[in-house]
């Protein structure tokens, strides 16, 4: 039978590509698009979308029903900037959202379900260089507690009720097609903006704030991939670390050096830094790249060329 998957938050960073992705991957109609807001034109247009509040449960059960989903992406959340702000609605949103989908699996017709984890779910004890996969993981910010309390959930239902549920620790993601939704590492993404209006950026990390980040192309694969992957193969049930390559400011900053000469970079760290610190440097994705072939293609210097070579060309238009 055709799968007919169902995307939440495909208004988001990881939405806006995700969908066409799977869109290519499945065909159009069966890929429904779902946000609390308006999406891009081309996720709006090149398939159906619905408006759907995941913290509704019944709206997400009648959607499920009526459309026949067998397949469910949430990538609705509040990241770790925004929810440090508002502690509330990050743990309200975060939490309900994921057992309400792990509830229509349980109960309902959705065979397989994706959710992302975060490197939030590190802490300041964990050990910060090359992270392993099973470590101490104390997160102190809103956001850490929501995506680990959300693994262990996960784990939980696929032993107990047998949920296929499978899901990625994303480092900080960059990309050029959407904005992204306040995180930490969102200073990757705003670097290239300001440097092309601008010719300059001041950044909220400090100088020395090196991090796992990955360029978008190399998510989206890691994440069809790890979904398209025999089931027995994905013997980690909570969620797999995957990673990319590690920078911090002045790194990036000396590759857009490159690509705009002259470019100026400040630093004016803001409370973004206290949870940057409190996270791994590098990550030990060994796990995946044995369990189901995870392999990066992207590393700093060919994303920065990429992200700038497109982001032009947008401006430009
Ligand atoms: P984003 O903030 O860009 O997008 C989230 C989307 O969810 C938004 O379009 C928002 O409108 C929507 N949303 C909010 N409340 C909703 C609700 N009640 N019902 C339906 N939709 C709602 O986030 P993103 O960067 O695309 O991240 C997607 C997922 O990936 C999140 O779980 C995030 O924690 C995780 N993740 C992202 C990154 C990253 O760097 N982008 C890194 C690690 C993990
Ligand atoms: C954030 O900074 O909040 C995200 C993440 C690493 O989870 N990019």
Redesign the pocket.
Known sequence: MQDKILV?????????E?VMRLRDMYGASNVVA????D?APEVMESGPFEL?????QEALNDLVAREKITQIY???????A?AEKNIELGWG??MR?LSHVLDAARFGPVKKVY??????VFGPTTPRENTPQRTIMEPNTV?GIS?LAGERWCEYYHDKFGVDVRS????????WK??????T??YAVHIFHEAIKEGKYTSFLDEGTRLP??YMPD?IDATVQLMEAPADQVKIRSSYNVAGFSFAPEDIGAEVRNLVPGFELNYEPDYRQAIADSWPSSIDDSDARSDWGWNHKFDLKDMSQDMFKNLKTKYQK
């Open positions: 939440i938050g495909s208004a988001g960073q990881i939405g806006t995700l779902t946000d609390i807001r999406a759907l509040d995941i913290m509704n949430l990538l609705a959340a509040l990241l770790s925004t949103l975060n959202s959710w992302p984890s975060s490197i939030a956001y995506k990625i620790r994303y480092p900080g993601l960059i990309g959407a904005a992204p939704g306040g995180g590492t969102d980040m990955m998510a």
